[in-house]
């Protein structure tokens, strides 16, 4: 199994970015997906989540209507949409897959750095 992040980079306050993470030898609509994140001197984090057909999605408060995650079942694709980003979403961010409806994320794709300067 593979998770490929990409789409990271360095954005001034108030732009937006769109992260992708294209997963591999799994049956891609039999997982859940989510995105997290950690940032130096932090917790790891989850920031959005979304389940297997794209019908329930969570996000953490800080990212509440600025993120939006979404996926693309025929690419095998989860996507975050980021907007209005703000230094305090700077980290390095990592998408997940867990078998839908279970409770542990079993496989991790590694991180893309998104920098929000100031």
């Known amino acids: 199994v593979q998770l490929q992040a990409s789409g990271g980079g360095l954005v001034q306050t108030g732009g937006s970015l769109r992260l992708s993470c294209e997963a591999s030898?799994?049956?891609?609509?039999?997982?859940?997906m989510g995105w997290f994140r950690q940032a130096p001197g932090k917790e790891h984090e989850a920031v959005a989540r979304?389940?297997?057909?794209?019908?329930?999605?969570l996000y953490t408060d800080s990212v509440k209507g600025r993120f939006t995650i979404t996926r693309d079942n025929d690419k095998n694709t989860v996507y975050l949409q980021m907007s209005s980003l703000k230094p305090e979403d700077t980290a390095v961010y990592s998408c997940?897959?867990?078998?839908?409806?279970?409770?542990?994320?079993?496989?991790w794709g590694q991180g893309t750095q998104v920098t929000v300067s100031s």
């Open positions: 997940a897959a867990k078998i839908r409806n279970t409770g542990t994320y079993k496989f």
């Open positions: 030898g799994l049956t891609f609509n039999m997982y859940d």
């Open positions: 979304i389940n297997w057909n794209g019908g329930s999605t």
